[in-house]
């Protein structure tokens, strides 16, 4: 087959293709970073085939990437439609997964599922890069094969990483800080970040294919609802608290959210703390005020979390020595509650000997004393939940400070565990989740009770003989 008579049956395949409004607006986006998605349905995975696709065709020559987590996720999302719609036309290596075009451009599909999986891609240089399910590859892999990116082209092709997605996942917190949130640290250019939200109801072809789809995702249960349906980055399915409502309110309007504004702490409300030790890992002291009804309010938190840029580098703690640790503890409770009483508990590993001086000794030695908490797992999350419960006021007896950034970051992207369906996941960034479990072991909340059915009493004894009913 003749160049032209190829590109003529490419083009006569693509020509039918009907791209909804908003896989145009992914398809004409030429921004450095570009993110599409949101919600289930929204037509992502065939937007990014379609797109890498059109740049291969488009500019001869090209080096594309296009990843996924895993390898049967590639092969049965992109590898085998794109065997069947470049037929005749790209041809497929399978030794090293890329589809070479006509005019030479280059279509690699990898994938990337750990850290020996990463190393593949160093060296190597792409023109253009696309993460496809984007939030479940790992921030850090994420930001390894972007290096990548780079050209030695002079026909003014912009360089460029397009991401798909749905809320959660292990780096949701990364893309909800930059699509969503757009809260940019040194370094990054606001300018070069475009998010396109799509959702099932843009996607006319799957409506039209498969109209109960929208049924089903309307019957899933409120948290999955609202994150595969409406693409709400406030949820997401597999968060270990799904209840977490993070709407920032003034408290006296602070119904059905978590979040308030901050506001002067009477001085006669109890003030306590609670800590997690870290030293690679980050340290979590966060400082509560109980209200009058026993509603908990967190006030401040120290989390010693290393930083690059002025982003937060997730899991990793900035090495400080407890002398360090305890020194800032005193500084702020100096600065924050001058003069208060404040009841501490600590992760009991801190008063762990282990062949020198226990870390409880430094807290000591800089008067911030501690209690050994409970921190029972399974038990100490029920306690947690009972607290983010809302009553039927709408309001829970936990609220969190609007500037407690680390909590509201490390907190909605905290997932199950594979091995216990109870518990959370401990290889991610529990430590913030572990010093909440241990303030709310100290007081634990009572179930609510449901009110008993007032049923009359009938004593048959209490009848005259004769009007009594005998079955012998």
């Known amino acids: 087959m003749t160049r032209s008579a190829q590109d003529a049956l490419i083009w006569k395949r693509l020509r039918t293709e009907r791209p909804n409004a908003r896989q145009r607006a992914f398809f004409?986006?030429?921004?450095?970073?570009?993110?599409?998605?949101?919600?289930?349905?929204?037509?992502?995975?065939?937007?990014?085939?379609?797109?890498?696709?059109?740049l291969c065709i488009a500019y001869a020559g090209l080096r594309v990437l296009l990843v996924r987590r895993t390898m049967p996720e590639l092969r049965e999302n992109h590898i085998i439609p794109l065997l069947s719609e470049l037929d005749g036309y790209a041809q497929y290596r399978q030794d090293d997964r890329a589809f070479v075009f006509p005019n030479g451009s280059r279509l690699k599909l990898g994938y990337c599922d750990c850290d020996s999986d990463m190393i593949q891609y160093q060296g190597n240089e792409y023109d253009a890069i696309f993460f496809e399910e984007a939030t479940n590859l790992r921030e850090e892999w994420i930001r390894f094969i972007a290096t990548t990116l780079r050209t030695g082209r002079t026909d003014g092709f912009r360089t460029r990483i397009y991401y798909t997605c749905n809320p959660g996942g292990v780096s949701h917190a990364y893309f909800k800080r930059l699509f969503i949130d757009r809260q940019f640290v040194d370094g990054e250019d606001p300018d070069d970040y475009?998010?396109?939200?799509?959702?099932v109801r843009d996607n006319a072809v799957l409506m039209e294919r498969n109209p109960g789809y929208i049924k089903?995702?309307?019957?899933?249960?409120?948290?999955?609802?609202?994150?595969?349906?409406d693409g709400d980055w406030n949820v997401f399915d597999g968060a270990f608290f799904a209840e977490l409502r993070l709407f920032t309110k003034p408290l006296a309007d602070a119904t059905m959210t978590h979040v308030v504004e901050p506001f002067g702490i009477p001085y006669s409300w109890r003030i306590y703390r609670s800590f997690d030790w870290g030293y690679s890992k980050p340290s979590a002291c966060l400082w509560w005020a109980v209200d009058y009804d026993g509603r908990a309010y967190l006030a401040d938190e120290l989390y010693t979390c290393a930083a690059r840029g002025g982003a937060m580098i997730p899991d990793t703690g900035l090495k400080w020595s407890a002398d360090q640790v305890f020194a800032e503890i005193h500084r702020r409770e100096s600065e924050r509650f001058p003069g208060r009483q404040i009841t501490g508990v600590a992760d009991p590993a801190i008063w762990a000997e282990n062949g020198g001086e226990p870390i409880v000794a430094a807290a000591d030695r800089h008067q911030v004393y501690?209690?050994?908490?409970?921190h029972t797992r399974i038990a100490g999350w029920?306690?947690?939940?009972?607290r983010l419960q809302f009553g039927e006021d709408g309001r829970p007896m936990l609220y969190i400070f609007s500037t407690c950034k680390n909590t509201l970051r490390t907190l909605p992207i905290l997932q199950y565990s594979a091995r216990d369906p109870e518990d959370l996941d401990t290889t991610e960034e529990d430590h913030i989740a572990d010093a909440l479990r241990y303030f709310c072991m100290m007081s634990p909340l009572s179930p609510e009770r449901e009110a008993k059915p007032n049923?009359?009493?009938i004593d048959p004894l209490a009848k005259p003989k004769a009007e009594r009913i005998s079955y012998f």
């Open 194 to 199: 475009l998010y396109i939200p799509a959702t």
């Open 370 to 374: 501690f209690d050994r908490a409970d």
């Open 455 to 457: 049923y009359p009493t």
């Open 216 to 229: 089903q995702l309307e019957a899933l249960p409120e948290n999955l609802r609202r994150a595969h349906l």
């Open 382 to 386: 029920m306690q947690v939940r009972r």
């Open 28 to 54: 004409a986006s030429e921004a450095l970073h570009t993110m599409y998605g949101g919600a289930r349905g929204g037509g992502k995975s065939w937007a990014a085939r379609r797109k890498a696709v059109l």
